[in-house]
């Protein structure tokens, strides 16, 4: 069964500090790979996606994203974490061939200390 | 240029009752999309829209169900409410031909059964 796996449910991180949050997922093929944030009582943001090519894509507000097909992973990063990047972030992969639905990670959310 | 909009913002209902949210598309686009989001864990897709018709559907049962208007905004329709269906309820829209993941989400609905 297709699935996506974020095996961090909560990161603790000094500001300044790097970031990184994991992402694994289960497909037949490789698929359509993103990532959102959600902010307390925010909607989702796309911070960045990946459908084929450069394996290292940049995304907004820093944060950047290497897909791995040998290791199924598509693994957030960020230099410098800043105090307002405390906040909920999901992983998420399409399958145009699954109807173009989006299967969603647990979710990992990011503590941001002084 | 506005966004996804999403009304009631929060909703209380008792079980066995039947609510309608709605959902406005950011201007252009004529897909529509529902997710679930229950408490700590990641969306779930319901179904999506285009051209007034539905043309995918998650694991959710018969009583979830939608409609797509000629302007593109769309409701979501939910009978016979159970205490599990307690969750956000976003709605994502985007251009057709665009990945299922380049899509802007709303702030959500916030269901509570009780």
């Known amino acids: 069964a297709q699935s996506v796996t974020q095996p961090d449910i909560h990161i603790t991180v000094s500001e300044g500090a790097s970031l990184e949050l994991r992402c694994n997922y289960s497909?037949?093929?490789?698929?359509?790979l993103f990532w959102y944030v959600q902010s307390p009582g925010q909607g989702l943001q796309l911070l960045l996606k990946?459908?084929?090519?450069?394996?290292l894509v940049q995304g907004i507000k820093g944060f950047e994203a290497e897909f791995k097909r040998s290791q199924s992973s598509f693994n957030l990063r960020k230099p410098s974490v800043h105090w307002s990047d405390a906040a909920e972030y999901f992983c998420?992969?399409?399958?145009?061939?699954?109807?173009?639905?989006?299967?969603f990670g647990g979710g990992t959310r990011v503590l941001v200390k002084p | 240029e506005t966004g996804v909009t999403q009304s009631p913002t929060h909703l209380i209902k008792t079980r066995g009752q039947q609510v309608t949210l709605r959902c406005s598309s950011q201007?252009?686009?004529?897909?529509v999309s529902w997710y679930q989001q229950a408490l700590g864990q990641g969306p779930q897709f319901i179904f999506q829209?285009?051209?007034?018709?539905?043309?995918g559907r998650g694991n959710f049962p018969p009583r979830f169900s939608g409609l797509q208007f000629p302007n593109y905004s769309s409701e979501l329709n939910v009978n016979a409410l159970e205490l599990d269906d307690s969750a956000l309820y976003l709605c994502?829209?985007?251009?057709?031909?665009?990945?299922?993941?380049?899509?802007?989400f709303g702030p959500g609905t916030r269901l509570t059964v009780t």
């Open positions: 998420a992969v399409g399958l145009k061939a699954a109807g173009n639905k989006l299967t």
């Open positions: 829209y285009y051209r007034e018709e539905e043309n």
């Open positions: 994502a829209s985007r251009e057709s031909g665009r990945s299922p993941g380049e899509q802007y």
């Open positions: 497909y037949g093929a490789t698929p359509y």
């Open positions: 990946y459908f084929s090519g450069d394996t």
């Open positions: 201007s252009g686009h004529n897909t």
